[in-house]
């Protein structure tokens, strides 16, 4: 869905759409585009990261990039400007980028003319107002006489003499955050971290590019102060007032450097939110069966040199997933939906074939749709196109909608079986172990036999035991004997 605003006759506005189904916000990943940038109808100006997906947005105009709204990674409700384009440079005086609408208010105009030099500016944040000062509070010191006052108390403590007050300068005392009067600047990310670490960022003595706050300003800030006993020798120590000092607990500051605080957003989120959903509202009951599938990974090595299965990857999870698609025609029920608004089992008359893959991004399951009509070639190569597509980050929110049976292959970590949460709206879920060679009675005979563990996690408001031992026994049977591939499909 394209979403765009026009500011005036020159300059359009690109809005964060909805790029999913009824998704409220998105991340910005990347930006491929920077101000000055020519950019042309379709062409693709950043990457946003989804509850679902990882999503490539084009600008659906020609012109020049006049400004970024968000610098990447910060996190946009649908419907917020993100970019803003010239379409027709040359044409007059651009417009000054928008304000921060989070800008402290002002109390009142400051005498002073405005410094020369520009205000270092961060995207999002506007222009710190470096012509205008607060009115102090009645009654509190100034601010250089309060640095004094704190600086004499503070030596006295310390055990040394306090230093003589500098005098304050002609003009006002800039913060120490950068902006003159206003907000520090820095990027969402330090600013979470310092808030993380309850840190001040007026406080803090920036010492990036014009000004900006970087993360290792905040921790050096964060860094407890050195002991007394390590301060260096000084003049003898002040008369002590009357009522000596309380002695107060050190406040305890986080070791940074033990803990890495990871945000929870986009697909992870996601994910995190599903499960639990799933987990705590259908009933969940989950078998397992231990099977030879030695005749299986003999059929792979066939396929393999088979001309009609040239060019797609053959894999035992190819044929896994042609025994559950068998399983499910000879047990229908099994592919269903729970509907709790109206309180009915859907029944489903086609199978979208949900893969869980992992990628950086986390956890996703794409599905295969109507993979019951394909043949083993067909499923073969779209096995393989979901595959690479879920691995570069770029399956669309489509992709993992609508999905109704899905395969877990826990097998590829070298795990033997696990207990897998359905997916949320589906029915069952197989999960399918490491293949190892082990000792096995094969023929009246112990044998080195290539043996895996399924386990079949399933609703059990849609599933009985009975049903999904059906379904379980039948995946097990043909991956012991694949011709049955071919009697009961």
Known sequence: MTTMTETSARFREFKMPDVGEGLTEAEILKWYVQPGDTVTDGQVVCEVETAKAAVELPIPFDGVVHELRFPEGTTVDVGQVIIAVDVAPGSGDAPAPAADPVQEPVEEPAAEAEPKGRTPVLVGYGVA?????????????????????????????????????????????????????????????????????????????????????????????????????????????????????????????????????????????????????????????????????????????????????????????????????????????????????????????????????????????????????????????????????????????????????TITNVGVFGVDTGTPILNPGESAILAVGAIKLQPWVHKGKVKPRQVTTLALSFDHRLVDGELGSKVLADVAAILEQPKRLITWA
């Open 129 to 405: 107002e470096s012509s205008t000062k607060r009115r102090p509070r009645k009654g509190a010191p100034a601010a250089p006489e309060a640095a004094a006052v704190a600086a004499a108390v503070q030596a006295e403590l310390n055990g040394h003499a306090a230093p003589a007050p500098a005098a304050a300068p002609a003009s006002s005392v800039p913060a120490q955050g950068g902006a003159t009067g206003g907000r520090p600047l820095a990027k969402p990310p330090v600013r979470k971290l310092a808030k993380d670490l309850g840190i001040d960022l007026a406080t803090v003595v920036p010492t990036g590019k014009d000004g900006v706050i970087t993360r290792e300003d905040v921790h050096a800030a964060a860094a407890p102060a050195p002991a007394a006993s390590e301060a260096p020798a000084q003049a003898a120590p002040a008369p002590v007032a009357a009522e000596a000092p309380v002695a107060t607990e050190p406040t305890a500051v986080p070791d940074a450097a033990r803990e890495t605080r990871v945000p929870v957003k986009g697909v992870r989120k996601a994910i995190a939110q599903a499960m639990v959903g799933s987990a705590f509202t259908a009933p969940h009951v989950t078998e397992f069966v231990t099977v030879d599938v030695t005749r299986t990974m003999k059929l792979v090595a066939e396929l393999k040199e088979d001309k009609d299965m040239a060019g797609v990857r053959v894999n035992p999870l190819l044929v896994i997933a042609k025994a559950l698609l068998v399983a499910i025609k000879r047990n229908p029920e099994v592919n269903a939906a729970w509907d709790e608004a109206n309180q009915e089992i859907v029944r489903k008359h086609y199978v979208n074939l949900g893969i869980a893959a992992a990628t950086p991004r986390g956890l996703i399951v794409p599905n295969i749709k109507d993979a019951h009509d394909k043949t083993l070639p067909q499923l073969a190569e779209a096995l393989g196109e979901l595959v690479a597509t879920a691995r570069d980050g770029k399956t669309s929110p489509a992709a993992m909608a609508g999905g109704t049976v």
